[in-house]
Structures are given as structure tokens and as C-alpha cells.
């Protein structure tokens, strides 16, 4: 290695790890793109979000009512009431005395959201019930036990986070190597 | 479609009540809380009665939260800004569900800005309270976490936000794009 070439080594490492301790925009671009398509995935997987065929037509398949992890088909009366509609585990309801339609909620799907603290990636969902207690822990498909599907989530985060792992590892080397020359 | 419109709306319901939560007594600031805690539920019931579905994509795509007395709502689909009832105009939708947020904010203020003007004039050893420190030992709901290994072994990444990756990963490829690519039956459905 020649002097001049240990020179522009050493400068684009310094340059590197400049970017990497000033967090440059592009290592946490890169960062983010990761964690973006990680974060996507998960929701496609707690929705089932998609696509899908139908006597030979494409159809976008509705979100509701849960054809993904979590069960969106919940049902509930609108507006400040204070009775959930339950079902058993056979999927029989509980219907409510009081005459007000039933709707399709979405209540504790739309109570997901995943922030970042530090290299901590936490996944929270705060819903709670119009007597304001968190219940997401609880909920469940007709027929699974009680907080399955919260445990089948939390197993989907762990394989997407896992995965967006490995590609922010890659990313942040890539650049580095770029770097390098 | 114009440009993408992902909607990020944030109000600090401190600086309408002319107080952080550090200048209130430990009571108060957890009621202003417990009371901002309310109004998003609410906002949120509001959104399941008035936001359309056709997928059910940028539905489920909201975050709605409080960080002291800041409120955030925000939706990373690249289209959520245009969304609308049908025969309604581009963006019916959000205008609706922003005005409906603050006019329950400004109810609530209302509602405490007296309190906020009395809890002002008690003494100053009643106060100084950590709420804050109360608030982060209350744990969410629920809560699974991963630490990550961003950068290589060197420091933990800083400023990231989980967000605006989505945000961005929906511009790059859109929601439209990524449901035909799942279509065709790929078993990855990351798209690149």
C-alpha cells in the first residue's frame, strides 16, 4: 500500500464513521427505509392486507373483518356506550338489550403503533374500551384462546424485527464499504 | 394522483392552556392527561364512524398518542391525505376528523384553563411534581420490545423515527403496488 493510498483510506473511514457518530442522512435514510419496510410488513401481516383473485378478477381484499393476525371484526356500539358486545369462544354473542345498530369496529387495530427509543424498538397498542380499560391483551379469533392474537403479533414483530436486523446491518456495512472504495 | 399525501398533525395542548406540564401540580397534570387520554379515544371512535374503508388500509394505518400535553395524529399511507367519503372532495376525510379534534382540544382547554389559572397560584412547593417520570413508569398496553443492532456495534442510531420509514417505504413503493406484488404470489412481501 502506498502512502497516498493509505492516505484515502483513512480519510474515507474518518469520513465514515463522521457520518455514523453525526448520524449523516444517509445511514439513517438507510436505517429508516429498513425499519419502514420492516414496520409495513408487520402491518401487512397483522391485516392481511392484499390482494386477491376472484373468478379470475383481481380483487382488493378488504382488511376487515381480520383476515390477518389481528381480528378487526369486532363489533361494538358506536358512541360512547358502555356495553361491549362479547362472543363466547364457540362465537356465539352476547347481544346487548339496548336497540343501537352494531358496527364493524376497528378499534384495537387502530391502536398499533411502533416507536423507536435508542437501538429499543417497541411495539405498543393502547386501545381501550369505552370504560377507558386496555383490553388488547385479551383479544382473540373466534375460537383461539383469549390473547392469542396478541401472541401471535408479538411472534410476527420478533421474525420482522429480527430480519430488519440483519438488513440495517447490511445497509450500514454497504455504505461503509461504499466508503472504503 | 398528485402528490403523496401522508398526514402528520401534532398540538400542544399545553401551550393552548399557556402551561407545560411541569408547572402544574402532580393532580392536575394527571388529570389534563387522563382527560387528553379520553379525547383521543373519542377521536378515535370518531374516526371508526367517519373514515371510509375500501381495504381498510389507510384505516389501520393511524397513530394516535400523547407524549405530555402533545397530541399526535398521523397516517404514513401516501394517499391518506386525499381520502374521502364517496362524491366527497379530496381530503374530506382528514378535514373532518382535524376539526373534530380541535374542537374537543379547545373544549378541553376551556374546561381547564380555570383549573390551570388556580393550580398557578398555589404554592410552589406543591408543584414540581414528575409526571412525567410517573407517566413513563405506566407501562402501554401492550408492549413487545426488540433491541435492535443498528450501526455495527457503535452507538445506538439517534433521532429515528419508525414513521417516517413507512412514510417513506409507501412513496418509494406504492400501497397499490405492494398489494399486486403480494398478488402474484411472492413470499417475500417486501418490494424492491
Known amino acids: ?49 392484499g390482494a386477491k383473485r376472484e373468478g379470475g378478477k383481481v380483487r382488493r381484499q378488504l382488511a376487515f373483518p381480520g383476515n ?29 338489550a339496548k336497540s343501537r345498530p352494531i358496527v364493524e369496529s376497528g378499534r384495537s387495530i ?57 438488513a440495517i446491518g447490511k445497509s450500514v456495512a454497504k455504505l461503509i464499504g461504499g466508503g472504503n472504495g | 394522483m398528485a402528490d403523496p399525501a401522508p398526514i402528520e398533525y401534532q398540538r400542544d395542548l399545553g401551550s393552548m392552556l399557556g402551561a407545560s406540564p411541569g408547572d402544574l401540580t402532580p393532580a ?21 364512524e367517519v373514515w371510509p374503508r375500501d381495504t381498510g388500509h389507510s384505516f389501520t394505518l393511524w397513530e394516535s398518542f400523547r407524549s405530555g400535553f402533545v397530541v399526535t395524529l398521523r397516517n404514513p399511507v401516501e394517499y391518506a391525505g386525499y381520502v374521502h367519503p364517496e362524491g366527497g372532495t379530496d381530503g374530506e376525510s382528514w378535514d373532518s376528523m382535524r376539526e373534530f379534534f380541535e374542537a374537543a382540544a379547545r373544549s378541553l382547554v376551556a374546561t381547564f384553563a380555570p383549573l390551570v ?60 403496488e405492494r398489494a399486486r406484488a403480494r398478488d402474484r404470489g411472492r413470499t417475500r412481501t417486501r418490494v424492491r
Open chain 2, 117 to 176: 389559572r388556580a393550580d398557578r397560584r398555589q404554592p410552589t412547593g406543591v408543584r414540581n411534581a414528575d409526571l412525567a417520570s410517573a407517566e413513563r413508569d405506566r407501562p402501554p398496553a401492550v408492549s413487545a420490545t426488540r433491541a435492535l443492532k443498528v450501526l455495527a456495534g457503535r452507538k445506538p442510531a439517534r433521532n429515528l423515527s419508525v414513521f417516517r420509514g413507512v412514510r417513506r417505504a409507501l412513496e418509494r413503493v406504492s400501497s397499490a
Open chain 1, 68 to 96: 390477518g393476525i389481528w381480528p378487526v371484526g369486532e363489533r361494538f356500539r358506536p358512541l360512547k356506550s358502555d356495553y361491549y358486545v362479547r362472543h363466547d369462544r364457540a362465537g356465539n354473542r352476547d347481544l346487548p
Open chain 2, 28 to 48: 392536575l397534570q394527571q388529570q389534563i392527561g387522563s382527560a387528553i387520554d379520553d379525547l383521543i379515544d373519542d377521536w378515535r371512535e370518531e374516526l371508526i
Open chain 1, 110 to 166: 387502530n391502536a398499533w403503533r411502533m416507536d423507536l427509543k435508542g437501538a429499543t424498538l417497541r411495539l405498543i397498542n393502547n386501545a381501550r374500551t369505552n370504560k377507558r380499560r386496555h383490553y388488547s391483551r385479551f383479544v382473540h379469533k373466534v375460537g383461539d384462546p383469549v390473547g392469542q392474537a396478541l401472541k401471535d403479533a408479538e411472534a410476527a414483530f420478533e421474525s420482522r424485527a429480527s430480519d430488519a436486523s440483519k
Open chain 1, 1 to 49: 500500500m502506498t502512502v497516498a493510498d493509505k492516505v484515502v483510506v483513512d480519510s474515507n473511514l474518518a469520513a465514515v464513521l463522521a457520518r455514523l457518530e453525526a448520524g449523516a442522512a444517509g445511514v439513517d435514510d438507510a436505517i429508516e427505509e429498513e425499519l419502514g419496510e420492516m414496520a409495513v410488513g408487520f402491518f401487512e401481516d397483522l391485516t392481511g392486507f
